[in-house]
């Protein structure tokens, strides 16, 4: 293994997907608002930063919660990556990783838009030996999901931020800068800390916390993905 470990960052959980390519600690960042067709625009965008990348050591994905298809895109990319380069997988919730880009310390509300006037919370605070959940990660309606973090002093991060920047504020939060912006580069840039938490493609899964409208047949797919 090379001495500047190699590491590629997928994360599709919300409208503005982003993919990282990081060497020796040191990111290259890509993202892109997607309506359909993320399949193709993220192989494009992966192929372009990986361009003078001869080996990954390993791959860190977003597993969920978040928007169904766009989720099996990026981790069905991610395990093709994986087996294709013989490395592991980190698997990482796609609230956690974006409460941790807001650093510093205090609570932190990430929020996805779960649609259908929901929302995908998870609360955050930083400890001094890291952030540490709040309890567990929800599908709420907004009014409720804001208050995960409890009243005011709190930092608001993820799309549903932006979408509910009045609720949020109305429980004394603060929405920050540029909410929706994807956490790719920080998952590359601090995946390798957590490496001995990586599995192999076959192991990882798709976090939901509801259940798809339309329910296919379980089958195995050729990454090693459960559908």
Same mark, same amino acid.
């Given at each position: 293994?090379?001495?500047?470990? $190699?590491?590629? $960052?997928?994360?599709? &959980?919300?409208?503005?997907?982003?993919?990282?390519?990081? *060497?020796? +600690?040191?990111?290259?960042?890509?993202?892109?608002?997607?309506?359909?067709?993320?399949?193709? *625009?993220?192989?494009?965008?992966?192929?372009?930063?990986?361009?003078?990348?001869?080996? *990954?050591?390993?791959?860190?994905?977003?597993?969920?919660?978040?928007?169904?298809?766009?989720?099996?895109?990026?981790?069905?990319?991610?395990? #093709?990556?994986?087996? $294709?380069?013989?490395?592991?997988?980190?698997?990482?919730?796609?609230?956690?990783?974006? =409460?941790?880009?807001?650093?510093?310390?205090? %609570?932190? /509300?990430?929020?996805?838009?779960?649609?259908?006037?929901?929302?995908? #919370? #998870? &609360?955050?605070?930083?400890?001094?030996? +890291?952030?540490?959940?709040?309890?567990?990660? @929800?599908?709420? =309606?907004?009014?409720?999901?804001?208050?995960? =973090?409890? %009243?005011?002093?709190?930092?608001?991060? +993820?799309?549903? =931020?932006?979408?509910?920047?009045?609720?949020? $504020? +109305?429980? !004394? !939060?603060?929405? *920050?800068?540029?909410?929706?912006?994807?956490?790719?580069?920080?998952?590359?840039?601090?995946?390798?800390?957590?490496?001995?938490?990586?599995?192999?493609? #076959?192991?990882?899964?798709?976090?939901? /916390?509801?259940?798809?409208?339309?329910?296919?047949?379980?089958?195995?797919?050729?990454?090693?993905? @459960?559908?």
């Amino acid at each position: 293994m090379s001495s500047h470990p $190699a590491v590629v $960052a997928i994360d599709t &959980a919300g409208p503005l997907i982003g993919a990282a390519v990081s *060497v020796g +600690g040191s990111a290259r960042a890509w993202s892109t608002r997607v309506v359909r067709g993320a399949d193709a *625009v993220l192989a494009e965008a992966l192929s372009g930063m990986m361009k003078d990348v001869s080996s *990954v050591d390993l791959v860190v994905v977003s597993v969920g919660p978040g928007a169904f298809t766009s989720l099996r895109v990026g981790v069905a990319t991610a395990l #093709g990556l994986a087996l $294709a380069q013989d490395c592991p997988v980190l698997g990482v919730s796609s609230l956690e990783a974006r =409460a941790q880009m807001v650093g510093g310390e205090g %609570r932190v /509300l990430a929020l996805l838009d779960a649609r259908k006037s929901r929302a995908y #919370g #998870g &609360a955050f605070e930083w400890t001094e030996t +890291g952030m540490m959940p709040m309890g567990n990660e @929800q599908d709420l =309606a907004p009014e409720q999901a804001v208050l995960l =973090a409890g %009243r005011g002093g709190f930092k608001a991060v +993820g799309e549903g =931020a932006l979408v509910w920047a009045d609720l949020v $504020a +109305g429980a !004394g !939060g603060q929405v *920050v800068d540029e909410p929706e912006r994807s956490p790719a580069a920080w998952m590359a840039e601090n995946a390798w800390e957590r490496r001995s938490q990586a599995v192999s493609p #076959g192991e990882i899964r798709l976090r939901y /916390l509801r259940e798809p409208d339309a329910k296919k047949p379980i089958r195995q797919n050729p990454g090693g993905l @459960q559908e």
